[in-house]
């Protein structure tokens, strides 16, 4: 299979990985955690600070999604091994780094404050 052809099929499963974590970001975590306010209604103002910190990682997602994007383009111009996509795909793993420490950072206040058990990390 030549590199065009490669690189296109690839910017459709980026496109549809965009719409995918559309819909699981902005659409079936906040259905999920109104069930888990209407379950335990002590933990309700838990609410916004936690689908703030869902929209952030989602924004961080998108950005790495992007690069990835960038990276799909050099590859269908002939350029796999370029500058550019060396600078994207360590935007990539940056922002992976990013997600993985707003998570532990996040399970780790819950879990100090009492909200969140040891074996849910």
Known sequence: ???????????????????????????FMPMCINEIIKIEESLSFLKWPGTIMMWVIAGVCYYALYNFFKVCY?????????????????NIGNAASIVTIIILLGDICLLIAGWLHPFMI
Do not use: D, P, T, Y
């Not at 269908?76 to 994207?88: L, R």
């Open 1 to 27: 299979m030549e590199q065009g052809r490669i690189a296109k099929i690839l910017r459709v499963f980026s496109v549809l990985s965009g719409i995918i974590g559309g819909v699981f970001f902005f659409w």
């Open 74 to 90: 050099h590859i269908e111009q002939g350029n796999s091994f370029c500058e550019e996509n060396v600078v994207n795909m360590k």
